[in-house]
């Protein structure tokens, strides 16, 4: 499902399953799946269907975080990794985001919001540090929430300054 695919068939999916259904499913799948964009799809939702855009973004925060925390949970521990030969990567990890310099809720919403390191990574490596799930998820939601309003709203805002 790649941006090719959704502006063929993402119409498609919300006129036969509705806004709703197609975007959590888009949006859930794209927590997993590198190929399948968000982004994208918020854009042919922000030019097709701008009256809905709150909702959708909201919607669309609330299945990609889903999704995450899924990985994350999977750092916590659903997944085993050879400790031996990781720890030492692991702890290198943790160290420079507990020294970054706005701490590591900052660091959480930072990689959210911009995406690098990519964000499926940080939640597998939030798991696996085992770093506070709620604080996880509240960043999380920040983060996501605003990357996915600035590109739903993107095309409103351009025709907005074009007049």
């Not at 190929?35 to 799809?41: D, H, I, Q, R, S």
């Not at 299945?63 to 997944?79: N, P």
């Not at 702890?91 to 995406?115: C, M, N, Q, S, Y």
Request: with cysteine.
């Amino acid at each position: 499902m790649d941006s090719g695919w959704i502006e063929e068939h993402g119409l498609a999916l919300i006129e036969e399953y509705g806004l709703v259904l197609a975007t959590v499913v888009i949006c859930f799948a794209s927590g997993f799946l590198p190929f399948v964009n968000t982004e994208f799809y918020l854009l042919l939702v922000g030019s097709v269907l701008p009256d809905n855009l709150g909702p959708v973004v909201l919607l669309a925060t609330a299945s990609q975080m889903a999704a995450k925390s899924v990985v994350y949970f999977a750092g916590r521990g659903v997944i085993n990794l050879p400790r031996k030969n990781v720890q030492k990567r692991l702890d290198d990890a943790h160290r420079r985001i507990e020294a970054w310099r706005w701490g590591t809720p900052a660091f959480l919403v930072f990689t959210a919001t911009i995406g690098l390191p990519p964000y499926y990574l940080v939640s597998f490596l939030a798991g696996t540090l085992r770093y506070n799930f709620l604080l996880f998820l509240v960043t999380g939601l920040i983060g996501r929430g605003i990357r996915f309003g600035v590109v739903a709203f993107a095309p409103w805002m351009f025709e907005s300054l074009l007049g």
